[in-house]
């Protein structure tokens, strides 16, 4: 198990990856973000992005996608023998928000965008000493190595019993 008091502020961590395909861009589109270049393959080829284009916010569940898929792993490869586990199988609790979302590149059909975190700060919380505030930069990066979004957040991490 990860607590609080264990990490470094510029520790960074892989989250995974995720390939978009068509059919997935175009299911979430039509549900969540039904703009023309998202749903309509004639229509994107006509526009500035030259093809279909995943939605930012397919991109960003992508990312919570695989935190809580990394987060979830953390107990299995990390708990030592005797130590008190976390409620809810991890280390963190609710995010209190993002700041500074930045869709920078399109990701077409066949991207593979990895999926990082970078913790920036650390605030401990007089009123809720369980729990500490990590500040975080997070971000996802295509095969070719562009950044195509990224954003500040900050989330609760539970301290050492």
Same mark, same amino acid.
């Given at each position: 198990? /990860? !607590?609080?008091?264990?990490?470094? +502020?510029?520790?960074?961590?892989? =989250?995974?990856?995720?390939? @978009?395909?068509?059919?997935?861009?175009?299911?979430?589109?039509?549900?969540?973000?039904? *703009?023309?270049?998202?749903? &309509?393959?004639?229509?994107?080829?006509?526009?500035?992005?030259? +093809? =279909?284009?995943?939605?930012?916010?397919?991109?960003?569940?992508?990312? /919570?996608?695989? @935190?809580? +898929?990394?987060?979830?792993?953390? %107990?299995?490869?990390?708990?030592?023998?005797?130590?008190?586990?976390?409620?809810?199988?991890?280390?963190?609790?609710?995010?209190?928000?993002?700041?500074?979302?930045?869709?920078?590149? %399109?990701? !077409? +059909?066949? &991207?593979?965008?990895?999926?990082?975190?970078?913790?920036? &700060?650390?605030?401990?919380?007089?009123?809720? %000493? *369980?729990?500490?505030? =990590?500040?975080? !930069?997070?971000?996802?990066?295509? *095969?070719?190595?562009?950044?195509?979004? &990224? @954003?500040?957040?900050?989330?609760?991490?539970?301290?050492?019993?």
């Amino acid at each position: 198990m /990860m !607590y609080f008091e264990e990490v470094e +502020a510029g520790a960074t961590a892989a =989250l995974g990856n995720h390939t @978009f395909t068509e059919a997935e861009m175009l299911a979430f589109a039509r549900l969540y973000d039904p *703009q023309p270049f998202h749903v &309509d393959p004639e229509a994107a080829r006509r526009s500035p992005f030259g +093809a =279909l284009v995943a939605s930012g916010w397919h991109t960003a569940a992508m990312w /919570m996608k695989c @935190f809580v +898929a990394s987060n979830m792993a953390l %107990p299995k490869e990390a708990s030592r023998p005797g130590e008190e586990g976390v409620p809810g199988g991890g280390s963190f609790g609710p995010a209190s928000g993002f700041t500074k979302l930045r869709w920078l590149k %399109p990701v !077409y +059909a066949g &991207d593979t965008i990895s999926f990082a975190t970078e913790v920036r &700060d650390k605030i401990t919380i007089k009123s809720r %000493p *369980q729990w500490g505030f =990590l500040r975080t !930069y997070n971000s996802g990066t295509n *095969q070719h190595g562009d950044l195509v979004i &990224d @954003f500040e957040s900050t989330v609760l991490m539970r301290r050492r019993p």
